[in-house]
């Protein structure tokens, strides 16, 4: 953020109080801005007479602000006229009398003189940038001002001033404005050294070729012939300049008298390299003429020829192709110009590539092909163009995914849609993932239903490498689906065969703990096991009620499509005391060598359900869980730990008594009923409405009664 410029007039009508707009600038912004402000009044002081009268800018208002910024940024102010940093001085020798501003509502303040050895002494010289051992940077200021920092590597300010302002030298200055016979009369004149340079290697001959001006060009040619090929700081000659500005007549001035056309700068770019870089066929087929190089790697590796292809200009890589280029040179990354082509969409240079010979099916050091980057870049008619050339389709790249799999990623439907025919499902099987888990992944819906239609085995789980880049050790393309509570997709799958039950944690558990129960109906529909548990965390009871019991309409919903509830009541410890759930190693060990068949009898079943139910961000729901849970079960016994969370709150006693036994008979009919006949089958019974939504646990109303 710019400091803002503000005018003398503007900050001596500033008050104290008015400091505060400056609160939201940082502490090199306000260097900036106390630094603009002491060169405003080092230069607006001066008067057109030798002795400067400072007027009541010197005001007690703007000492105030000034000085506050002045302490912010650590410079002090306890001298009233030390108003600015000591390196950037005031204009100094002369007599400041405070006089009355009709302005300012504070009294005048008493005559300061002030005596220097010199009347005018000379501002402090900044470092030299060529010796100087840091770092220096240049900023703008907010009224426009060019500054320039030097600062320490460690980030210490050392020196701030005015970017200084070169004057341009008569010579170079009519070369840039394309006088010719000011240049010449500047050439004639006795003492000019055309090799002399105004800037770090920077000569006259560069500056025609820089602007262009092939007339001024032909004067210093004609005066200093041996410059020609002189260098610039970057290593450029004035034929390397005038090509990569696209001034042709410079090209061919300079090639006419002799200029090296295989000359490189720093970068090891030839003119050539440069022309290709500009799209200049007249100057390619200038170079050409004066027969320069075609081969040549510029410091990436890149030729003129792979330049030309990436600009997707025939015409200039006929001409390098006649003149010798080779297509098959690869850059520093391994890359050939037909590689660029399609990776970059140009269909024109391809088609030329792959007429001359170029190996469609060559690979880059990450295994990619053509076809591989047509594809991850969405290059319709590109890979239109290499299939239609035979163009390998199962060739993988560095992930091991073929283009198919990266156009199903990016969903890019035509071209899944071109891919699907030639593409392997032998050679997807090896690679270990499905078109359609990454299509799942990333959402991609059309993409999905295509690959569907077109047979790919919805049921294809990763491959163990693969699954382990997982957490949650996922599989099949129905988990990514349902984990991104993508319900559409979710259909689709399970239409199409996919089956609920292959993931290690499974999908319909993702579905609880999401709480969406949309999503659980539909698994729950196809066949997802609500008894399942989980191999790494075992429990005594569905692993999926972990997740759906704080969702007491999901928890219902898998009771009465058939979860076990029996199972929540079993517990080893029965009406005995619990042992805390978390123990420290002390209690563990005393527990394992006091009572040891209990603890191997815990450890091979899992965690219980009263363990479970402890936790502390369910337990307050305890209450109304079991309340539900009896609903499916008969006669049970509650162990101490289910008692001592009924006994926690007075209003779930009543749950207590539902407990107690005998259940009653109209409960025990149910429960035989359903499970002679089946959940599945309760709706088909020949019986009226009323009992079969009571078999199925749905709450009667008055008028169905």
């Not at 009508?13 to 630094?35: H, K, P, T």
């Not at 965390?537 to 898998?558: C, I, N, Q, R, W």
Request: with cysteine.
């Amino acid at each position: 953020m710019a400091a803002p410029g503000v005018s003398r007039s503007s900050a001596a009508a500033l008050s104290f109080e008015d400091y505060s707009v400056y609160g939201n600038l940082s502490d090199d912004e306000l260097i900036q801005l106390a630094i603009e402000r002491s060169l405003t009044e080092t230069h607006g002081n001066a008067a057109t007479t030798d002795a400067v009268n400072a007027p009541a800018a010197a005001s007690a208002n703007t000492n105030t602000i000034t000085g506050a910024v002045l302490n912010t940024i650590g410079i002090s102010t306890s001298n009233p006229d030390a108003r600015a940093p000591s390196r950037y001085p005031r204009r100094l020798g002369v007599t400041t009398t405070n006089q009355p501003n009709p302005n300012s509502h504070n009294p005048p303040q008493d005559q300061t003189t002030a005596h220097y050895s010199s009347p005018n002494p000379p501002s402090e010289k900044p470092p030299d940038p060529k010796t100087f051992d840091g770092i220096i940077s240049t900023f703008m200021t907010g009224s426009g001002k060019k500054m320039v920092a030097y600062r320490k590597h460690d980030g210490s300010l050392v020196h701030m001033c005015p970017e200084p302002v070169e004057e341009e030298e008569p010579l170079f200055k009519a070369i840039r404005v394309g006088d010719a016979s000011q240049v010449r009369v500047l050439v004639m004149r006795s003492g000019t050294n055309l090799m002399l340079p105004s800037k770090p290697g920077w000569l006259a001959i560069h500056q025609a070729a820089w602007f262009g001006q092939a007339k001024c060009l032909r004067v210093l040619l004609s005066a200093q012939p041996g410059m020609i090929n002189k260098r610039t700081e970057r290593g450029e000659t004035a034929l390397i300049i005038a090509a990569g500005r696209n001034h042709l007549a410079c090209v061919e001035l300079l090639l006419e008298n002799g200029a090296d056309v295989d000359a490189t700068n720093n970068d090891r770019e030839t003119p050539l390299y440069k022309a290709c870089e500009k799209d200049s066929p007249a100057m390619v087929a200038a170079l050409l003429n004066y027969n320069a190089a075609v081969n040549v790697h510029c410091i990436h590796g890149w030729t003129a020829l792979q330049e030309a292809v990436g600009r997707n200009n025939v015409e200039i890589c006929e001409m390098l192709v006649k003149a010798g280029a080779k297509h098959n040179l690869t850059n520093s990354f391994g890359i050939t110009p037909l590689f660029t082509a399609a990776q970059g969409g140009q269909l024109a240079t391809l088609r030329f590539l792959l007429r001359h010979g170029a190996d469609i099916n060559s690979q880059a050091p990450d295994g990619a092909t053509a076809l591989y980057e047509a594809a991850k870049n969405g290059h319709e008619n590109v890979i239109e163009l290499l299939l239609s050339q035979n163009a390998d389709a199962n060739k993988p790249g560095k992930r091991g995914l073929l283009p198919l799999h990266i156009a199903a990623q990016r969903g890019s439907e035509t071209i899944v849609s071109m891919l699907i025919p030639p593409t392997s499902k032998a050679r997807i099987r090896r690679t270990g993932i499905s078109p359609l888990h990454l299509a799942a992944e990333r959402n991609r819906d059309e993409v999905l239903e295509i690959l569907i239609e077109a047979g790919f085995d919805v049921n294809l789980q990763l491959s163990e490498e693969r699954s382990r880049l997982y957490e949650d050790r996922r599989s099949t393309a129905l988990y990514f689906s349902v984990i991104n509570s993508n319900i559409d997709a979710v259909l689709m799958l399970l239409k199409a065969g996919a089956n609920p039950n292959l993931d290690v944690f499974r999908p319909l558990m993702v579905a609880a703990r999401m709480g969406c129960i949309q999503t659980l109906t539909l698994l729950v529909e196809h066949g997802a096991e609500i008894n399942a548990s989980i191999p790494t965390h075992p429990t005594t009871f569905p692993a999926v009620y972990m997740f759906s019991m704080k969702y007491l309409p999901m928890f219902k919903y898998l009771l009465d499509h058939g979860g076990h509830a029996l199972s929540c009541f079993d517990c080893t410890y029965g009406h005995k005391p619990h042992p805390p759930i978390k123990t420290s190693r002390s209690q563990r060990d005393e527990l394992i060598y006091g009572d040891r068949s209990v603890e191997q009898r815990q450890q091979s079943a899992g965690v219980q359900f009263c363990e479970m139910i402890s936790v502390p961000s369910i337990c307050r729901w305890a209450g109304p869980i079991i309340d539900v849970l009896l609903d499916y079960v008969g006669n049970v016994t509650l162990c101490s730990r289910l008692m001592e969370h009924l006994d926690s709150y007075s209003e779930w006693s009543v749950i207590k008594d539902k407990a107690a036994p005998p259940r009653p008979l109209l409960q025990l009919c149910r429960l035989c009923i359903v499970q002679l006949v089946g959940q599945r089958r309760l709706k088909k019974l020949p019986l009226p409405g009323t009992l079969i939504r009571f078999l199925m646990h749905i709450d009667v109303t008055d008028e169905d009664s």
